[in-house]
T-cell receptor, first 114, second 116 residues
Framework: QKEVEQDPGPLSVPEGAIVSLNCTYSNSAFQYFMWYRQYSRKGPELLMYTYSSGNKEDGRFTAQVDKSSKYISLFIRDSQPSDSATYLC??????????????FGKGTHLIIQP | DTGVSQNPRHKITKRGQNVTFRCDPISEHNRLYWYRQTLGQGPEFLTYFQNEAQLEKSRLLSDRFSAERPKGSFSTLEIQRTEQGDSAMYLCASSPYASVLTGEQFFGPGTRLTVL
């Protein structure tokens, strides 16, 4: 079992829809959680990060972490065709600090249909 | 552009050759990370530096791989005697000391390696 599991999709939704992307993780020691967006043949771009459980909102994006169920979510409101990309969830902090290498899911390929 | 830069962006080599990649982190970021990403997978951690010290190596970093960060600025990743299985995107990321609690890492555009 991989430490971070993510459905690779593809997930196809119409423009304007609310998108829900999810990951689960197995290592209870993870302390912080991130979402990256990656366009084809580009490097990952940091979208959101959260420390421990809770919600964080930034514009059209909301990240949620539930440590009791080891569940990570990203919601995108008013989705746009430019949001079409691969979304990667990542976890870190196994050693108690912020210096660890991150553990990534496989990424979910999201397609927003105009 | 003040982001992480990587060179070259693309490298094609023949099996058995040595290759070296360079990463320039964001200015004043003291941590630097190397990852490898294959098609359809998320990035996998290889190694990281705090300033010039290499503090962690993944089991993925075989003895054919070596990374350096002289003077704590740019870093190089060398692969000796390349194999076809080394074909991947090699990503570099950096983070500032301020991220010690939050763990944010900022990625470069990657170097795509193709081993023929």
């Amino acid at each position: 079992q991989k430490e971070v599991e993510q459905d690779p999709g593809p997930l196809s939704v119409p423009e304007g829809a609310i998108v829900s992307l999810n990951c689960t993780y197995s290592n209870s020691a993870f302390q912080y959680f991130m979402w990256y967006r990656q366009y084809s043949r580009k490097g990952p771009e940091l979208l959101m990060y959260t420390y421990s459980s809770g919600n964080k909102e930034d514009g059209r994006f909301t990240a949620q972490v539930d440590k009791s169920s080891k569940y990570i979510s990203l919601f995108i409101r008013d989705s746009q065709p430019s949001d079409s990309a691969t979304y990667l969830c990542a976890s870190g902090g196994r050693s108690g600090g912020g210096a660890d290498g991150l553990t990534f899911g496989k990424g979910t390929h999201l397609i927003i249909q105009p | 552009d003040t982001g992480v830069s990587q060179n070259p962006r693309h490298k094609i080599t023949k099996r058995g050759q040595n290759v070296t990649f360079r990463c320039d982190p964001i200015s004043e970021h003291n941590r630097l990370y190397w990852y490898r990403q294959t098609l359809g997978q998320g990035p996998e951690f290889l190694t990281y530096f705090q300033n010039e010290a290499q503090l962690e190596k993944s089991r993925l970093l075989s003895d054919r791989f070596s990374a350096e960060r002289p003077k704590g600025s740019f870093s190089t990743l060398e692969i000796q005697r390349t194999e076809q299985g080394d074909s991947a995107m090699y990503l570099c990321a950096s983070s500032p000391y301020a991220s010690v609690l939050t763990g944010e890492q900022f990625f470069g555009p990657g170097t795509r390696l193709t081993v023929l």
